[in-house]
């Protein structure tokens, strides 16, 4: 999720080659990457060096801009596909082709993104779009958009 903690990183993520100003193309991409890509895509795409969740559910890469910090992106994988992809922290510069950035305000999230219903999260909220094939999260936290994601169709977005 989101807001993932430096710890849970901590354990074994470094940087890979993430953009710097990712894109969120709603039911589409994030940072690039596409629901059902093959891991073999991902490292093309990110680079090789990533961390690897400990405690997830399912097989979990995390990309960070420095070894040992926060901010990037996580790319789960479900028969060595991706399932999920998601923000961590609030990267810099990331934003979606709908016109929201991260920092943005609940109510432009509603203006910008069309419709949406509401996943309480532990912690924090999301606001998630759903189409036949994918559901795109808008992660708000303390009054403003944190962080994306994107899922499998009526996969939770909390992590």
């Not at 991902?42 to 910090?69: I, M």
Request: include cysteine; charged fraction near 15%.
């Amino acid at each position: 999720m989101a807001l993932l903690s430096a710890a849970a990183l901590a354990a074994s993520a470094s940087a890979g080659r993430l953009p710097r100003d990712g894109t969120l193309v709603p039911g589409h991409s994030l940072g690039g990457i596409r629901l059902g890509e093959s891991m073999h895509a991902v490292r093309a795409a990110l680079g090789r060096r990533f961390g690897k969740c400990n405690n997830c559910v399912r097989p979990t890469w995390y990309f960070t801009y420095k070894p040992f910090t926060s901010q990037g992106l996580a790319v789960e994988f479900v028969h060595r596909r991706v399932s999920g992809i998601y923000t961590l922290w609030q990267p810099a510069g990331w934003h979606a082709t709908n016109g929201l950035r991260l920092g943005a305000t609940p109510l432009e999230v509603h203006r910008r993104a069309g419709r949406l219903h509401t996943i309480v999260c532990s912690g924090y909220d999301a606001q998630v779009a759903d189409r036949p094939d994918s559901r795109t999260a808008y992660y708000l936290y303390n009054g403003s958009l944190w962080g994306f994601g994107l899922f499998l169709a009526n996969w939770s977005p909390c992590r």
